[in-house]
């Protein structure tokens, strides 16, 4: 999988400090050319980030979770009961007591799928093919609240979340379609009148467990992240780039420097056992951490210039996407004119050996022909040399193809070939090797 982009952030800016301290809120005064002017600059710089990062599994291509929004809104807080004049009191005046608050904030987080960081084509795409849902690419949402333990919401929550079905006993094929489990945005509600700091915890949800790698593991490989079947392929590459195999087990890897600080300054290690040597190096993948501030303040929800009203704050986030050409290609392979085509491919392979054959026999006759033009007598002396050595080799009477030692051959005794001490030499060679002696 891709590496994750740095966080793109516009908006309400840095975190809030803790309630304990003064809170500092941002105005702006920027004529309305400058604003627009600022975001367009934004987006030009979004869109021409290309990731860099090339390692990640066949399947998967990198995406991008665009516009990953997190914006609020907030109703009845002090500052607006003060306004409307909603709270007020028969004496003329105000009860702002937490018991009977009515102040509430609405946070809506939203996602939509980019390709490429172009907005217009996944728009042109959304008609021919329906788009990922945001809740596709995560297993749970949950959103933590940065405040003392001791302090609970005014709800009495410290955390609220989202957990996608899984397969279980009782369900085993879960409904992914419904409402529940596809959706782009998540809306939540809650009782506050004070802003404060929450992290948006996104938990990854991936055909193929993805881990976080030691920091030896990391320095070998060249990745901070992968699967299994990325980790083992890439350490069987780098022992074949140093020619670390042993010659007669292919299976076993001799360990460099670099292999024995992952595998504990062992001398060699065998391929099969990796799997089970790796398990010591491998975390999994933390959560995707969004760090925002719920604003309640008037600046942020009704702002006296002309900037817009709960301006959303906008992250970047990587997602693996599944390869769109997956389905296609298992269509047409299990396609009977796929398979009717590789048959008619497989008989064209054979006409053409055969073809390849028959060229080869007319090469050699015309090669035959050609000398035999060039020099008559002297092609048809060797040609018939050679044929009585075929010849004799095939009715035994040449051990070698000459025709003109076979009487010595044939001859025994000490004087022969066969009494001297190299044929007995072969001879005890012979019955040696092959058990007889």
């Known amino acids: 999988m891709q590496g994750y982009r740095n966080v793109s952030r516009r908006g309400p800016g840095p975190i809030a400090p803790p309630a304990q301290a003064p809170q500092q809120i941002m105005t702006r005064a920027h004529p309305e050319d400058q604003h627009q002017e600022l975001l367009r600059r934004e987006k030009m710089k979004r869109s021409s980030r290309k990731p860099t990062d090339r390692q990640i599994p066949d399947e998967l291509s990198g995406v991008v979770v665009g516009d990953g929004v997190q914006r609020n809104t907030a109703d009845g807080q002090p500052w607006q009961v003060v306004e409307d004049g909603s709270g007020l009191n028969a004496d003329g005046t105000f009860d702002f007591g937490d018991e009977n608050s009515s102040a509430t904030y609405r946070v809506k987080v939203e996602g939509r799928l980019l390709g490429n960081g172009e907005e217009e084509a996944i728009e042109k795409d959304e008609k021919a093919a329906p788009v990922p849902k945001f809740s596709s ?65 996104l938990v990854r949800d991936l055909k193929s467990e993805r881990y976080r790698l030691s920091p030896p593991l990391a320095e070998l490989l060249d ?23 042993e010659d007669d087990d292919k299976r076993s890897i001799t360990c460099d420097e670099a292999l024995q600080r992952v595998f504990y300054n062992k001398s060699k290690i065998d391929f099969p056992q990796l799997p089970e040597l790796l398990i010591h190096h491998l975390q999994p993948l933390p959560p995707i951490k969004l760090n925002y501030t719920i604003r309640v303040d008037k600046a942020y ?40 085509g590789l048959k008619g491919i497989i008989d064209m392979d054979s006409d053409i050996a055969l073809l390849v054959a028959k060229i080869n026999q007319t090469n050699a006759k015309r090669k035959f022909f050609e000398n035999l033009s060039k020099e008559p007598a002297g092609f048809i002396q060797r040609w018939m040399g050679s044929q009585n050595r075929d010849l004799e080799v095939i009715l035994a009477e040449a051990t070698r193809g000459g025709g003109e030692d076979g009487e010595q051959w044939r001859k025994g005794g000490k004087d022969g070939v066969w009494g001297s001490e190299i044929a007995r030499e072969s001879v005890s060679l012979w019955l040696a090797r092959s058990g007889r002696y």
């Not at 299994?228 to 890439?234: A, C, L, R, S, V």
């Not at 900037?307 to 390869?323: C, E, G, K, R, W």
């Open 137 to 201: 690419f995560f297993r749970s949402i949950t959103v933590d609240y940065q405040r003392n333990p001791d302090e609970l919401e005014p709800d009495g929550f410290a955390q609220i979340g989202w957990q996608k079905q899984q397969p279980s006993p009782q369900n085993p094929t879960p409904d992914l379609t419904s409402k529940e489990n596809s959706f782009d945005l998540l809306e939540f509600e809650r009782k506050g009148d004070e802003n404060i700091n929450v992290t948006i915890n």
């Open 223 to 245: 990745t901070a992240e992968d699967d299994m079947t990325g980790i083992i392929q890439g350490i069987w590459e780098y022992a074949r780039a140093r020619n670390l195999q």
């Open 301 to 340: 929800i009704s702002p006296s210039d002309s900037t817009p009203a709960s301006q959303p704050t906008i992250y970047d986030i990587h997602v693996p996407l599944p390869n769109t050409l997956t389905p296609v290609l298992s269509k047409f392979h299990s396609s009977k004119s796929h398979v009717d």
